[in-house]
């Protein structure tokens, strides 16, 4: 590792260490008042972090370090690179309350430093505002605005491997609007959303994939019981890639039903399924009209043991210039288990296919974790990741393997 990269990465590093020492240190003094009754000695993870006043807001800080190992660190199927990374992710959260609204803004970062593969360092950063807003008996509204500056893995991606990461700026703008008093048979929801992604590197590849997204839609919601209420949504999605070469600008139009519920105390959840249109404005290549659905149900036989199920099936916008778009369908489950106050474990697992449309191309991808947390305080919790990912193909070029092992330590008031 350079030296200078290595400077800085032991910087932010001591800069860690010292929020977590001086959090324990206040913590202790009485500094902060965490918002949890009992002890920080005696708290356990279901308590919430301390804050510190500032006048009418209430700042949430937090502080994580982890010690990464990634054995196919660029997706390869042969010839595999290997190696390690030290991540630390500082960040803050500012909350103030008015009446029944509440406002928050979070900022955060994530460094990525390497042994080896220095090229791959990182430093990316997000931020991002909430309004949750209770404007009268019947309207209430929720807005949100992203900024993020990041990276796609080298990789992760279809684009030619390049010496350095692909960068990009992303912002998001949007909010949904619902009308009908709470407990009201009938209510509605409009949404409302812009998002906008641009490359800043690697402009000889990544200039196909600046794009913009706009989003709108509604859903009506009818309640058939107390905590049961069928739905019916549309929602329109334009697409718009910035390269006047592009041939990937589109529209889809979505038309689901379901129904969301929350049954008993054990069982909650939303399930849609439907219809989706994706059509493009290049009358070379044909709309093509799918079935679609989205899925997520939580069961908790106990009541420190749930399951959390998710599905899904919808279009995805490809990279590297490979097909038209991707048929993405995806199912996954996380069991997690608290086995003491102290020690929880999670395990996931889920099933991935990619169907390459205008391309000759199909992937299976699975992917199996398990991690184990010890809440040592309040405030602190450290603990180990594992995960394997195992992508099958019809060309072999895209196949890979990869197993990653972390340890972790995160910290907050």
Known sequence: MRKSEYFKSSLWIAAGSALLTSAAFAQQMGTYSPTGSTSAAQGTASEAPGSIPLGPINAYPSVGLSLKHDDNLFSTPNNTTGDTVRILTPSVRLEAKQAANTYSLTLGSTLGRYNTSTADDYTNYNVNALADLDLTARFRAKLKADYIDAQDPRGSTNNALSAVPDRYRENYLGGVVSYGAQGAQGRVDFELGGLTRRYYNNRATTFASDRDNTDTG???????????????????????????????????????????????????????????????????????????????????????????????????????????????????????????????TAATASYMTDQYKGFDRKDNTQNYGLKATYSMRRWLNFGADYGHTFRDSNDDGFDYKRNTIMLFVNATL
Do not use: C
């Open 218 to 344: 509604a859903t009506f919601y009818w309640r058939i019981a107390p905590k049961t209420s069928l739905l019916l949504q549309a929602k329109h999605t334009k697409i718009d890639y910035l390269s006047s070469a592009s041939t990937q600008d589109s529209t889809e139009n979505r038309l689901l039903g379901g129904v969301t519920w929350e049954a008993t105390a054990k069982t909650t959840g939303i399930f849609k399924l439907g219809m989706v249109k994706k059509s493009f404005e290049d009358p070379a290549i044909s709309s093509s009209t799918q079935a679609s659905w989205e899925g997520a149900i939580k069961w908790s036989p106990r009541t420190y043991s749930t399951f959390d199920f998710n599905l899904g099936r919808a279009p995805a916008e490809t990279t590297g210039g490979l097909g038209n778009y991707i048929d993405k369908t995806t199912t996954g489950a996380v069991w997690t288990h608290q086995w003491t106050s102290r020690v929880t």
